[in-house]
Every structure is written in structure tokens, then in C-alpha cells.
């Protein structure tokens, strides 16, 4: 009885330092993650004059729109090129343009009507997404975000033993709060109780978005490429040569096309194949408009296409030769091993585009109950009269030391920032016997 209540003690203690600590981090990343699942939603509003065009029977090709820009604006560089996908929907241009500011201009397919343009640093969805991924503060904002998901496991797990019911007939405040009991029962039930019954969904989220993060992320990454669980090597036609560059490096891809090398166009006296040309390739290989197409910058570049849809079954990365139109990648869903197609749907299922608004909708509920559990655990804190939940006597649990090991070995970071938490612990212990209780 008393080794169980040390690990109560224990687990509590735990628990409650990385709410305190990670709660801001968690709070964004609950509140950036709801508005971002509706990114399409939000964008065609904001951008809607922008988008809209008038449809009409007949579509020009490429060319004559890439020629009104250049026309507009002679001396910018194009960049990228997203044919309409209906026929309300304009069509995208990126341009890069003579100071080095990246801009879309958005042409209307059937007049060749410039729309518009809106520069790319400015597009409020990915500065959203910025803040969600990295905080807007680079490397070191990767990788608090980071620190933050791998801490949220361990509140999940340490939450769970906590609310687990010692008595197996017990419903209110298990499964259903008080409201009967006080208001310091009913904010801990409102803590608990919504904590339990979206748990499973805020796990799924930590796990779908962590293979975007910039250290786990990378080491999951080369890890199912070097296996082969990443790209395969029978994707490349022909002894196509590689280059250094990733493929991440050029274009927006699906995750699990980010690490495939990209191939250099072999030089030779051709002429540069035309945009129109590149698009018929392209439809011959069954690729319907959604797609980006980047254009290649250099003698030796290539013509990636990137299809990154709503649904991960969809993903197509293909790089084509500029000169000769040789297809030297074709990489898609059914090319992916087990676990790079897993994490691919998961993406998406993360993104809420999967499988449209139902999955919104779910990933919504999860993430207001993250911000309700958040918001009721600093009302409980708030509301203790004893500060932190006191130090056991005893050491470290054998149980707590286990979870260390694991994630440590799982997630080094956290693995790390638990033993730094340990040995701040133990040096507070011998100054001032522990922390204050």
C-alpha cells in the first residue's frame, strides 16, 4: 500500500511539472492546429477574388499564360506553375521576381486575365502553419516543439495512471464529472474526465506529427529510406544520374518522397522541352490538374511535379528530364514500404483532409478538448493551496525509471530533458531538500 502511494506520488509529481512547464507550448499548438485544419476553407475566403474566375469552355495553355506574366512582369524568374483544377479556379504562377521577392500570381485560365498576385511570405495559413511546426523561431522552435509533443506522451501516460479508478464501480469523475461536489471537484473532473475520453485521439496527434519534426522527424526519415521502407530503387527508369540535392529541397512533397535524390538532366544540344510539351507528360501519365509543377533553374535541372492531395493514396512525386522528356522518377502511394505508407496517411489523417469534414470535425473535438483539459489543469493549479504535490522519501520508482528508458530511447530528446529534470531534482534535494512540497 505505501510503494503504491509513493508511486502515486511519483507519477503526480511528474505530471504535474510538465503541465506547468509545457502547457503554453501545448495550448498553441491545440489552438494553431484547430484553425489549420481547415486551411482550404480559410484560404479560398481570404483569397476568393483570387481564386474565382468565371468558367468557360475553352482553357489556354501554359504557355500563352506564362508569356502574359512575363509580360507583367519581364523580369521575374518563373518558379513554379499549378494548373486550375476546375473550371471556377484560376491558375497559379510562381515567380521570383527581380529584388528576389517569391510571389503567385493567379491568372485566369480562359482569358489569361492577370487576377492578381499575393506575395508567398504573406500567405496567413503558412504562417500558421509556422507557428504550429517551429513557433517562428527556426531550429530552436522545431525543436521546443519537439520537446513539447514527446512531454505531452508522458502527461497522456502519467494522466492515465492517474485517473485509472481504484474502485471499478466508480463512474462520476471517472468517466463523468461532478457537478455536484464543489467547484474544485468539478474543475478536476473537467481536467480528467474530457483528458480520458479524447486521450487516444491527442495520442494519434502527437504521433502523426512527429515525423514532420526537425530532429526525431530526420532520424525516422533516413531511417525508412535506408532500409528501403522509404523510397524504393526500382522507381528510377533507366540509370538516370543522380544529384546531391534532396528532393525536399525543390519542391513541397509527400513525406516519404522528401529523401529521394534528384536526378540531373543529362546535357546535351537539345533544346529545353517546352511548358506545353512537359504538361502533355505529365496528363499521359495520368496526373489530373492539382498538381505543382516546378520549373528547373538550372542547365541540369529538372521538371519535379508534386502532387501532395488531400488524400495520402494520391501523393505523386515525378522528376522529368528538361531536355528530352525522359520521366526519370516516377514515385507514388503504391512505391511507398509499409511503414512510409503509414506514416503518409497518417499526415493526412493529421491534417483533417483525409477523409474531408468528418475528419475535420474529429481532429476539431480533439483539439478543443486539449485546450478544456489545459485550461482546467491551470484552474486546478491555481486553486491548490499546497503548491506542488510534495516529494516521496523514497527514490525514483523502478516504474518511472522504466519510462525514462523507453522514451529515452524512443524520443532521445525527451529521454534527455528527463534526466536534466532528475539531476535539477536530486541537486535541489541536497540544497534545500527537494522541491518545495
Partial sequence: MEQSRRHYQWIWRWHFYAGLI?????????????????????????YANLYDVTP???????????????????????????????ADRSAEIGITDHDGTAMTVFVDPHTMQIMGTLD????????????????????VGDRLVELAACWALILIITGAYLWWPRKRERIWGVVLPRFSKGSRTLVRDLHVVPAAWISAGMFFLIMTGLPWSGFWGTQVQNAATNSGEGYPPSIWVGEAPLSSLKTEDVADVGWSAENLPVPQSVQSAYVSLSIDDVIRIINERG??????????????????????????????????????????????????????????LGITLHKG???????????????????????????????????????????VAKG???????LGILFPLAGASMLIVLIIDQIAKRVRGGFAA
Wanted: hydrophobic content about 45%.
Fill in 287 to 344: 496526373i489530373k490538374p492539382g498538381y505543382d509543377l516546378f520549373i528547373p533553374q538550372e542547365k541540369t535541372g529538372v521538371y519535379t511535379v508534386s502532387v501532395f492531395p488531400p488524400k495520402a493514396q494520391d501523393e505523386v512525386t515525378m522528376h522529368i528530364d528538361q531536355y528530352t522528356g525522359a520521366v526519370l522518377a516516377d514515385y507514388r502511394y503504391k512505391d511507398y514500404g509499409p511503414a512510409g505508407k503509414a506514416i503518409a
Fill in 22 to 46: 509545457f502547457t503554453p507550448f501545448l495550448l498553441v499548438l491545440a489552438i494553431t492546429g484547430a484553425v489549420y485544419l481547415f486551411k482550404a476553407e480559410i484560404e479560398h475566403a481570404l
Fill in 400 to 406: 518511472l525509471w522504466a519510462l525514462i528508458i523507453m
Fill in 120 to 139: 508567398d511570405t504573406d500567405r496567413i495559413m503558412d504562417k500558421l502553419e509556422k507557428i504550429h511546426g517551429e513557433l517562428m523561431a527556426g531550429t
Fill in 56 to 86: 468557360q469552355s475553352e482553357t489556354m495553355p501554359a504557355s500563352h499564360m506564362f508569356s502574359a506574366v512575363k509580360e507583367q512582369y519581364p523580369h521575374a524568374v518563373i518558379t513554379r506553375y499549378r494548373p486550375a483544377d476546375s
Fill in 353 to 395: 483532409s483525409q477523409f474531408g469534414m468528418i475528419n475535420k470535425l474529429i481532429g476539431l473535438a480533439v483539439c478543443i478538448g486539449m485546450v478544456l483539459v489545459i485550461v482546467s489543469g491551470l484552474l486546478l493549479w491555481r486553486k491548490r493551496k499546497h503548491g506542488a504535490p510534495a516529494r516521496p522519501a523514497a527514490g
